[in-house]
């Protein structure tokens, strides 16, 4: 008996990723005006946001439903293995309630842990999974370290503009225009499962410098445990520069910074020039 771990796509782990790590893919769809695709898998990032860019329309995400769970969980348990589902913050997708809502007479063989995060964030609870399970632990000791461990993960992310949080409702037309005028840059993060919004600079300078401040004082970087970079948008030049310009986190530490892009379930709402870290704090 082996563990089977399964995902959804607002990891923003890619299909081809998950099946290189021995992961479960399970799309999100994305409906954009009579348009349908499955996230990563007919569309990828760098396409969504060639898409976001020159649409004027914003995407909608559903979630994944209990029928598409129930498939995999008897699939998974037909060949004699236990399942874990990770997966985004059930304050931000029905799609945690779907898992549950599935696995509800499995309780002994699956198991499902609301990651509590997303994007990045969400990712690097799976990867501790992956790890914990190439250490020959079992689901529900997976569970119960995920479930331990999950409030320590700090995700922050520098936007680069405000046109996607207007355009979504989450600020006024008036707040927006005024915000791009003077180059204000949000610095958001996700704390108990919501995006919130943490702090504004003045320019993408002052803003890298805010963000690197509020991962020192979020306590650090776990050096030990999984963490992360990542940027939205078509090109990674404002990570690589941030990259540059915190070397006091990574120095001496790391010589490994990983990075991704970011897909479609955060990046409706951030749109394209975000940067992002994510680590589990100290």
Not at 67 to 90: A, K, M, P, W
Request: glycine share 8%; net charge negative.
């Amino acid at each position: 008996m082996s563990v089977r771990i399964a995902i959804d796509s607002a990891s923003d782990i890619t299909k081809k990723e998950a099946e290189q790590k021995n992961l479960i893919f399970l799309p999100m769809e994305i409906q954009w005006g009579k348009e349908h695709y499955l996230d990563g898998v007919d569309l990828t990032a760098k396409e969504f946001f060639q898409k976001l860019i020159e649409s004027d329309v914003l995407p909608k995400t559903s979630q994944i439903t209990p029928y598409r769970f129930e498939e995999v969980i008897t699939e998974v348990l037909e060949q004699g293995d236990d399942l874990l589902i990770i997966t985004i913050s059930s304050k931000l997708s029905g799609t945690y309630f779907s898992a549950v809502q599935a696995a509800a007479d499995y309780s002994d063989r699956v198991f499902v842990v609301d990651s509590k995060n997303a994007c990045i964030g969400e990712r690097l609870l799976i990867e501790y999974a992956v790890r914990l399970r190439e250490q020959g632990l079992g689901a529900a000791e997976i569970a119960d370290a995920l479930e331990s461990n999950k409030e320590n993960i700090c995700l922050l992310a520098l936007l680069g503009t405000l046109e996607y949080l207007k355009k979504g409702g989450r600020i006024s037309p008036l707040v927006a225009f005024a915000g791009e005028k003077l180059g204000i840059k949000p610095v958001i993060s996700v704390v108990d499962g919501e995006v919130k919004l943490l702090g504004k600079a003045r320019g993408s300078k002052v803003g890298n410098n805010l963000l690197m401040k509020m991962v020192q004082e979020a306590g650090g970087i776990d050096f030990s445990m999984p963490y992360t970079t990542a940027y939205s948008g078509l090109d990674d030049f404002m990570l690589k520069k941030y990259i540059s310009d915190s070397e006091v986190l990574w120095n001496g530490q790391t010589e490994d910074i990983p990075s991704f892009p970011i897909g479609s379930t955060i990046g409706t709402h951030i749109g394209p020039g975000a940067i992002a870290v994510a680590f589990f704090k100290k």
